[in-house]
């Protein structure tokens, strides 16, 4: 869950640092996580292979698309 919320926290504060597209989200910093089936598939790719669980998806889900906004603008 720690490595969750550092991930959540990026997301909010720097949105500029991340590349989302219909598969991946990627940070600058060479985090890649897969995305391209729905959050019932959330996982980190890279550095590391890494699910979550439920609920940490759902959050990932919800933070992802709010970045995907404010990438759009």
Partial sequence: MKG?????HSLATEPEAWSVDKYWAKHASGLTIWIGNGFFSYHIEKPFYKE?????RIKLYQAIK????QNMR
């Avoid at 969750?4 to 959540?8: C, R, S, W």
């Avoid at 709010?66 to 906004?69: C, D, F, G, Q």
Wanted: proline share 0%; aromatic share 14%; charged share 15%.
């Fill in 4 to 8: 969750l919320n550092v991930i959540l």
């Fill in 52 to 56: 979550f669980g439920l609920f940490e």
């Fill in 66 to 69: 709010k970045t995907m906004a």
